[in-house]
């Protein structure tokens, strides 16, 4: 299970000691290197301070953490050829993959597809192509010309990579004014990487990159309110807490909210904040909850149209059966949301 791994003072100390009996339940990403290894890794130990813990290597790998070529982490309870080709990922970092490629090498494209989603919640061509695009966007984001974004997004020409850039976020970089009050930017999380939509004062978007409707949604952002690349102190703010959140340290969001929807839409959604971390509710009890109990399929949809993840819980609503309903950041990442948020509930408990 996710989230259920030892104190850090624990974990710390099995890294120190290089604890065997720890491969396989941890792993730990280093932040000054960018690397992730097994505890009983032998090379150099790492200050506290720079140790970030998972308990997946597939969550090592969304978070931006490269494998340790000294311990080999992916090799251990992991599908041959999944790690085969994460190995060749992180090696060939700017290589634009193609199906060909995945065959080329002795697999069986669609076999590689449903192996990744099984192991990562997402194609290996879709990893590949978020790397790319990332390393893209850090250097637009941090000022850089777009030929030096489209060399670090690894596309042979500038065309190629405005043409993904525009594809991914719905928009054409260069139409992202430079002074806009709207600013877009990237953060990384243990289910991925995320983007963040703010003003100086309150968030507007918050998505996971590989959610189908991001596009859409940012264009329709970015066409009331024009968007540009870069960060305010609300996204060092919104990072944070986010960080803590996944950490297992704290559930609380102070960020202010912009919510883009009609009223009823916007309703559900202040309905959706109420309901507490460790709980969750049908669409059904939703629809009584604001006086509208035959508006079921309603709520569903306001609950589909939320674009601002986490902070908005709608990952907390289910089935009337109990079972795991559509999320449009993937069922994976609903059910490791809901898990993590059951620890924070049994320690509110007396």
């Known amino acids: 299970m996710l989230f259920d791994l030892p104190s850090e003072d624990v974990l710390y100390d099995a890294l120190i000691a290089r604890d065997a009996g720890f491969d396989g339940r ?54 041959p050829a999944v790690a085969d080709l994460l190995q060749e990922l992180d090696a060939n970092p700017d290589y634009r993959w193609s199906e060909a490629d995945i065959a080329t090498r002795g697999y069986d494209p669609s076999t590689i597809r449903r192996a990744f989603k099984r192991s990562l919640g997402i ?3 879709d990893l590949a192509r978020q790397r790319r695009l990332a390393q893209g966007f850090t250097t637009l984001q941090s000022g850089g010309r777009m030929v030096d974004a489209q060399v670090a997004a690894g596309f042979e020409s500038a065309s190629a990579f405005r043409q993904a850039f525009s594809r991914w976020l719905g928009l054409r970089a260069a139409d992202l004014p ?7 930017h990237w953060i990384e ?12 004062h309150s968030l507007h978007l918050l998505e ?38 996944f950490a297992g340290e704290s559930d609380r969001f102070d960020i202010p909210l912009t919510l883009h929807g009609s009223p009823f839409t916007q309703e559900v959604w ?9 709980e969750t509710r049908t669409y059904g009890t939703l629809a009584k909850a604001i006086g509208r109990p035959s508006a079921t399929r309603a709520v569903a949809r ?30 994976w990442r609903k059910d490791r949301l809901i898990a993590l948020e059951k620890s924070y509930a049994e320690k509110d408990r007396p």
Request: glycine letters at 8%; proline letters at 7%; one cysteine or more.
């Open 302 to 331: 306001a609950n589909g149209s939320n674009q601002i993840a986490i902070l908005i819980p709608c990952h907390r609503v289910i089935g009337a059966d109990g079972s795991l309903t559509g999320y449009g950041g993937g069922l």
């Open 26 to 79: 941890a792993w730990v990403g280093v932040t000054t290197t960018g690397v992730f290894c097994r505890p009983s890794c032998p090379a150099r130990k790492p200050k506290r301070a720079n140790c970030r813990w998972f308990d997946a290597p597939a969550d090592c790998l969304a978070a931006g953490f490269r494998p340790c070529k000294r311990c080999k982490p992916l090799y251990q309870d992991a599908d």
């Open 208 to 245: 996971f990159t590989d959610r189908k409707a991001l596009p859409t949604e940012l264009r329709k952002l970015h066409q009331a309110h024009p968007i540009s690349l870069g960060q305010y102190m609300l996204h060092d703010r919104l990072n944070q807490q986010l960080s803590h959140f």
């Open 123 to 125: 194609t290996f061509l």
């Open 270 to 278: 202040r309905h959706l904040q109420n309901v507490p971390a460790g």
């Open 189 to 200: 999380t243990d289910l991925g990487p995320m983007i963040a939509v703010a003003d100086r």
């Open 178 to 184: 430079k002074d806009a009050i709207l600013r877009a």
